[in-house]
């Protein structure tokens, strides 16, 4: 099954679902409504002017009745929801912006719709470009719609809509069939992480939620603040360590980061740690000191764990649309870039730069950021991520 199809099942099942749960409430609701008392809190507080709560005291605190006893067993009762139902609620959440931006973008160019001619292309390679799906990725659409007999005996905006959505996700699919996203680890000895990016773009803050991750799996992990450029960055990662239990490994402020790499992987190598990341300094990505920087750890691991690193993260800020792709491009050039994590989809409307990294780049986003907190960096998941993009605009 291709991915539109289970993207096309994922709704079907959902909306059904929905449909469900709205009977359900529906009659908890017509029980409610005639359990409820003739004076409500509401009313009361309408009529004295402030809230009921303020008034409360260990005195006139109410007592627990049998029917919310009842109501709180039920409760307990409720079957937790299942980890895949978790996950899209967390993808649906986080693509919001994206969604919603999207959707917005493609209803327009829909209500312009007259007929499929040569404005309706270029209308259309505009739209795709403003979604950030990447430049060559939105030509290649128009152009392979050109020759789309489905396209051509489209008559309505829902058919239209239906044959590009289903051609973007095919492509999206395509782009990735080599693709590899998923962690790799040493089964020797010690696995070494390093994440790279500019300014900002979230490196320590990943490195801080996939150590406690690991750290919750039962893995042991070490740190390297080897950003010692930037005033404050060790002792954000320190903080990060404090939080997750994980001890980290750090240098004197302008030190030379490759003392603080070699320190950190031999004791992760010596004491047998499971995992050691690395956070880099990130300063502009075509800085040649830099990359040279990276170099020169990047020769400090291989020497002292053969094999290492196992992966080299590139941390990108998705708001940064159009620029993260050419910051993927550079570092793509200079290092060894094993994946990429793209942080801060919660807070953008341009989730399409995940197609153009796909489709120009040909680099597996193994991880993305939704949020500031731990558990807000999820494994990459299409299928997901397709339905959490497309789902208001297909019926
Ligand atoms: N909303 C949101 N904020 C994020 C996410 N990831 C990181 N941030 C925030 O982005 C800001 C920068 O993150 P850092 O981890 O300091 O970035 P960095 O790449 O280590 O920065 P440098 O050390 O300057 O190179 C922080 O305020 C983070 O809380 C995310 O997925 N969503």
């Known amino acids: 099954m291709g991915l539109f199809d289970i993207f096309r099942k994922k709704k079907v099942e959902v909306t059904s679902e929905t449909s469900e749960n709205t009977v359900e409430s529906k009659t908890n609701q017509d029980n409610s409504e005639r359990l409820e008392p003739t004076t409500s809190n509401d009313s ?48 649906n959440k986080g693509l919001e912006k994206s969604r919603t931006g999207f959707a917005a973008r493609f209803n327009k160019f829909l209500a312009n719709f007259r007929s499929v001619d040569e404005d309706f292309f ?48 095919d492509m999206y699919e395509a782009d990735g069939v080599d693709e590899d996203a998923t962690m790799h680890f040493n089964v020797n000895g010690t696995t070494v992480i390093l994440l790279v990016g500019v300014n900002g773009v979230g490196k320590t803050t990943t490195i801080g ?18 950003d010692t450029f930037r005033a404050g960055a060790t002792k954000q990662l320190q903080e990060w360590g404090a939080r997750a239990g994980v001890p980290v490994v750090a240098g ?27 956070d880099t300094a990130g300063r502009l990505q075509n800085n ?65 730069i995940v197609f153009a990294i796909r489709n120009e780049m040909h680099l597996p986003v193994k991880w993305v950021g939704f949020g500031e907190k731990a558990s807000d960096l999820r494994e ?16």
Not at 57 to 83: C, G, R, W, Y
Request: hydrophobic share 40%.
């Open 288 to 352: 040649v000191n830099l990359m040279q920087e990276l170099e020169k750890m990047t020769r400090i691991i291989k020497r002292e764990v053969p094999g290492a690193p196992h992966e080299v993260l590139l941390v990108l800020d998705a708001t940064t649309g159009q620029n993260a792709l050419q910051q993927a491009k550079l570092f793509k050039n200079s290092s060894d870039v094993t994946g990429i994590v793209l942080t801060k989809m919660d807070g953008t409307a341009k989730g399409g």
């Open 44 to 91: 009361q507080e309408a009529e004295s002017g402030h809230s009921v709560t303020e008034e409360l005291t260990s005195d006139n605190f109410p007592q627990v009745t049998e029917t919310e006893k009842i109501s709180e067993s039920e409760v307990a009762l409720e079957p937790m929801p299942e980890p895949e139902v978790v996950e899209q609620q967390i993808y």
């Open 252 to 278: 004197k402020e302008k030190a030379d980061p490759a003392s603080v790499v070699f320190e950190a992987v031999t004791k992760a190598r010596d004491e047998h740690y499971d995992i050691l990341f690395v």
């Open 209 to 226: 939620k996939l150590s406690t991750k690991y750290q919750q799996q039962g893995k042991s992990v070490l740190l390297a603040a080897a």
């Open 122 to 169: 270029e209308a259309l390679e505009e739209t795709l470009v403003g979604a950030d799906v990447g430049f060559d990725m939105a030509i290649k659409i128009s152009d392979d719609l050109r020759e789309e007999v489905k396209l051509e005996n489209a008559h309505r905006q829902e058919d239209v809509r239906d044959v590009i959505i289903k051609k973007m996700v």
């Open 380 to 395: 990459f998941k299409p299928e997901e991520f397709i339905y959490g993009m497309f789902k208001d605009l297909i019926a």
